[in-house]
């Protein structure tokens, strides 16, 4: 709360607030020197982040006032910035890519999205270097897996046991009767009615997946057996068996109408199809068009980008393809507005935030006659995606024309 105060003192200094408190705290210093105590103060927290601290001394007589007395034109001055600052912090700001216009100085917190500060975002901030989250492997995967969103939605809500199973009713003193309505033989629980129902494993052997981890004393037990060890495809089916054999228990609840083992497993299947077509029909285009679609992929531990992108034509007919990789602290979607400048074969050697970012793709895009651009679901996007990915080897970089590298031959021909 102090920082949004802080903020707003930075951005409004004449509004009343920003007024009052300097004349009550720091009446004959500006915010920033009273910041800075502050920041000492705090010293320790910032240790944990050491990349957000300028590491070398303010050199003596310094007559630099704006960040754009570092730079010539639309690029960083290299030979006064190697003066002015050591190695590391040299190599940090020749990283921090330069937007193709010009702009005040402003400020920026990192680590919002729209680089305005929030409580919120402060806090996370400071709680994520502390936090050890359990599990946290099974929950990234969980959350990438290409299901449905209503069906990640239930799975999540069953492990953290809140879905409304019969016995978790009863436990908060509704007057239900807990036994399973399918079976009738045991209480209703939700690892019951996903796992060892008998007509939960029949539906699981009806799957190809066999019945997983069927010995599984606990819902989250079951699922880091089942669903950590499995490949992508079968931890999708495993999320879209477990909300079908719940889809199915409402209907046999609440409509009398339950289908049979097999049958739920079909249904499962085809929604997990009907979905992947719902989600494939967006990246079609018109004849007279062709289709670009790009990705980055960042590789936290080597501090690198890698890009990829692909051109194709309205019929799915591969046409170009480009892979490449370079070393930068920039955020994804950052790296993925670069794209779109780069493959407009501007040179560039300077880049901005994301917001700077989009203007500059915007100008360069205005340049056609007609272009769109528009976001597709990664499901939609794997030929570019799996270009980005490889291209941190130098083998996975380059550029393609009319003939596609061996690694995406498949996926455009499915795709
Ligand atoms: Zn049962």
Redesign the pocket.
Known sequence: MLGNQGWNIINRPHSLVARVLKARYFPTTSFLKHLWATILAFYGVLKEAPDLLVSTPPPPNCTLSVIADLMIGYRWNESLIAQLFNDRDRSCILNIPLSLSSHPDAWCWKFASKSHYSVKNAYRFLVAGFRHREGSEIWSRFWKTKVPPKVLNFCWRALVNVVPCLSLLQSRRVPVDSM???????L?TIL??LV?????RSCWLSSPLSWPAFSAVSLREWFSLAFLTASAENASLILMISWALWHNRNNVVWKAQGRTASGVFFMALNFLQQWRGACSDSTSCTNGWIKVNIDASLNSQRSSLGFGCVVRDANGRFIAAKAGCFCSQMEVKCAEAVLIVSINNVSLDDLSPFGLLIQDCKLLLSSYEDARCSFIHRSANDVAHVLATSAHSESGQGVWVHIPPPHIVSLIALS
Do not use: G
């Open positions: 399973c309505p399918l079976c009738h033989e045991a209703e019951h009615i060892q129902c008998p007509f939960a």
